[in-house]
């Protein structure tokens, strides 16, 4: 991913943060000699650097994914900024955006105790606190059955790129502007790239 040095994220908790809080991701590979990619939701183990999820199991990207580098991609809030919005309009528009790249090598997961553990963690992640659902009060074997519809992977992680395009090569009192602007709006993602650029420009943990 191209990334000027000021709009690289260096931190890597920030990163994983990020990805835990923008966990649907893009998975892409070589598929039948072309690029491929499923959109799925991962779950990260910071501590052994894994991402763990499943395919179904008529998706045949996972029949030839194994022994080759892959990369996922986590999106996250993203906006339009207009020069109208600044103090001159000798300028052109642009996008604001957050966005990380993963880069590894995937293990089909053939462990049922495994798979099932993956699966529960992500129901766990999703479902609200005082949901009354949980994985592991459904029938054995109607889990057994739904399980083998799908197939369970682990992503051994080599490489995490992270960019926050949050007009910093801007001066502050532009960005300042920007905020503005984008608090104005009602939209969900104009205000989450709002924000981000606050506490960037606060010094603050970035995201």
């Known amino acids: 991913m191209y990334i000027p ?3 690289k994220i260096e931190d890597e908790e920030t990163i994983y943060d990020f990805i835990e809080k923008n966990s649907f991701a893009t998975l892409i590979s070589q598929h039948n000699g072309e ?3 499923t959109h799925l939701p991962l779950i990260l183990d910071k501590e052994k650097k894994q991402l763990y999820g499943h395919f179904a199991r008529p998706n045949g990207q996972w029949k030839d994914i194994e022994n ?5 991609i986590f999106q996250g809030p993203h906006c339009y900024i207009s020069p109208s919005w600044y103090e001159s309009n000798q300028a052109v528009p642009t996008w604001n955006y957050v966005a990380i790249h993963v880069y590894g090598e995937m293990e089909i997961v053939e462990d049922s105790q495994e798979l099932f553990g993956s699966l529960a963690e992500m129901v766990t992640k999703y479902e609200k606190p005082d949901s009354s659902y ?3 009060d459904v029938d054995t074997n109607f889990i057994e059955g739904m399980s083998k519809g799908i197939v369970g992977f682990k992503i051994m992680i080599d ?3 992270g960019k926050a395009k949050l007009s910093q090569n801007h001066s502050e009192d532009r960005q300042a502007l920007v905020i503005q602007q984008l608090e104005n709006t009602s939209d969900p993602q104009n205000q989450q790239i709002a924000d981000l650029m606050k506490k960037n420009l606060e010094k603050r943990t970035l995201l």
């Open 5 to 7: 040095k000021h709009f």
């Open 35 to 37: 690029p491929y990619a």
């Open 68 to 72: 080759q580098k892959i990369l996922v």
């Open 134 to 136: 949980q994985l592991k």
């Open 159 to 161: 490489r995490i790129e």
